[in-house]
């Protein structure tokens, strides 16, 4: 059996003529096949220069002829192009062409025409899928790698939402990067559509519904080198602002995360975008929140995941500094604790009643939470990225779905004046709900916890006061003046709608208010 592979530019009358010179061949020869290849003139000359350097062939113009060995297996053997074929096709067959040149050139056009028909049909039946694009930044980074499965597999979108994956990162990544996009398409999840490697923001932004920012680089303890990379991360986060306000969706869906000036590069994105609604522009204190939900978890011999509504206040960073978070237990509870007294599912206690050990809350408590994050990567001999990826994809498909219950969680957001708290990023009880998320106002904050917060406050603007200038006010907002500023919270929607994209702060329902006011 002969095969023979006939490739050609659309736009070339010279592989018209072959065409049909194959054609006459193969409808006279039973052990004769052709396969032919028509590719538009734009592409053309790239796809044969590949061609040739994969099978070490010297062939510079439209049309080549290759024979495939399929009885023997092995690279093709080059026939050549117009004239070689011709004298092949002469030579062993006795057949050749006399067609006219008024009719190659008619021949050419018709294959122009028909190449131009199936590239629109193509991109047509394309247009038919409408992903949504996930832009993950520093996307070498291990927590980056974590966070793949989770997205491509449905779990935070739906398994109905087609996902496309773009990693944002440096050119010299992208060796690695490849290898990452390979494993992510070996998955073979149905809905991950496509996964793209970009190196400038605007390709990795464009139409994004969910924009995730990593960053692994620790704070510096010098003043001066802490001040040079503030600005360094302003002018960096200024830009990242920018071209979010000019490609992406207006209602995307921004998470920072990661190590050092987490809550200062979330405060830089809300204070530099005008088009995106600010609270679609969070950071993550979710890993501080769960590490600490462990800790709890070990002393009372309980699952981590029976821990409910422990707050970290302050700080987002995984590597943040005592004086820059508060833990918060008072409103904590815990479910499914081993005692005489049983209840349903949603049954709970309240954690300091389980707790007896106060010592143990005001120093052990707090200092192995301080060094947590050391002991966990001294022991694994590398970073602790797992459990931060997954305090990631969990937040996200929380904002998305919301939590099914009324359980608080810890929220990096733009303060407004909540617990006294302005003109910075930080850490709040929140309470999600589908496609959207709640500051909690109401929680009581006694004198002690109030200092303490002040003081993780005044850590936080250190560093935005380093590189702008805020005007200082004080502003309390508790109770009705809190509702009012989350009733001046404007959602903004999305053309492309599926499910969770829309972000609101809830309103309470009038009925609601106006009873709190009659009592």
């Known amino acids: 059996m002969a095969k023979f592979v006939i490739a050609g530019s659309c736009d070339c009358p010279y592989y018209a003529k072959l065409e049909l010179l194959a054609d006459k061949l193969s409808s006279n020869l039973p052990e004769f096949n052709v396969h032919k290849i028509v590719l538009p003139s734009n592409k053309w000359e790239g796809w044969l220069s590949d061609t040739c350097s994969e099978n070490g062939w010297m062939h510079k113009k439209s049309p080549i002829v290759w024979r495939e060995l399929v009885d023997r297996g092995g690279k093709g053997m080059l026939v050549g192009g117009f004239n070689e074929f011709m004298e092949y096709a002469n030579c062993y067959y006795g057949n050749t062409s006399d067609m006219m040149t008024d009719l190659m050139l008619k021949i050419k056009d018709e294959n122009i025409t028909t190449n131009y028909a199936k590239a629109k049909e193509k991109e047509y039946i394309k247009s038919l899928s409408k992903p949504i694009h996930i832009c993950i930044t520093n996307a070498s980074s291990s927590v980056a790698y974590h966070m793949i499965p989770s997205i491509a597999s449905g779990y935070i979108f739906g398994k109905e939402v087609e996902i496309s994956l773009r990693f944002l990162d440096h050119e010299k990544k992208r060796q690695h990067l490849e290898g990452v996009c390979m494993e992510a398409i070996d998955l073979a999840y149905p809905c991950l559509k496509n996964v793209t490697i970009c190196t400038e923001p605007k ?296 499910a969770g994209e829309k972000l609101e702060v809830i309103q309470e329902e009038e009925a609601e208010a106006q009873e709190d006011e009659t009592e």
């Open 203 to 498: 390709e990795a932004f464009r139409d994004a519904a969910a924009v995730i920012f990593l960053e692994d680089e620790k704070c510096d303890t010098d003043d001066e080198k802490r001040h040079k990379k503030l600005q360094e991360y302003a002018d960096q986060y200024k830009l990242y602002a920018e071209i979010l306000d000019q490609v992406a969706l207006n209602d995307v869906k921004i998470i920072v995360a990661g190590n050092g000036f987490v809550n200062f590069n979330t405060y830089v994105l809300v204070e530099h975008t005008s088009n995106i609604n600010k609270q679609n522009i969070v950071a993550t204190a979710r890993l501080k929140e769960r590490q600490a939900k462990a800790l709890l978890s070990r002393k009372l011999n309980v699952n981590s995941a029976g821990i409910k509504n422990v707050i970290s206040w302050g700080s987002c960073a995984n590597d943040a500094n005592s004086e820059s978070i508060y833990l918060d237990i008072s409103a904590g509870c815990v479910h499914g604790y081993d005692s005489a007294v049983w209840g349903p599912e949603w049954f709970s206690r309240p954690l300091l009643e389980m707790i007896y050990d106060n010592k143990w809350l005001s120093n052990n408590f707090i200092s192995d939470h301080n060094v947590h994050m050391t002991s966990l990567e001294a022991d694994l001999r590398h970073s602790a990225s797992m459990s931060e990826a997954t305090s990631i994809v969990t937040l996200l498909h929380d904002w998305v779905h919301g939590s099914g219950t009324n359980e608080m969680s810890s929220l990096g957001v733009k303060c407004e004046g909540w617990y006294g708290i302005s003109n910075c990023v930080f850490s709040l009880p929140v309470r999600f709900t589908e496609g959207s998320y709640q500051v909690v106002w109401d929680i009581e904050v006694d004198p002690e916890t109030k200092d303490k917060l002040k003081r993780a406050e005044a850590n936080l603007k250190k560093d935005v006061r380093a590189v702008f200038q805020i005007e200082e006010e004080e502003k309390e907002v508790f109770g009705e003046e809190a509702q009012i500023i989350s009733s001046m919270i404007s959602p903004v929607e999305s053309p492309n709608k599926v």
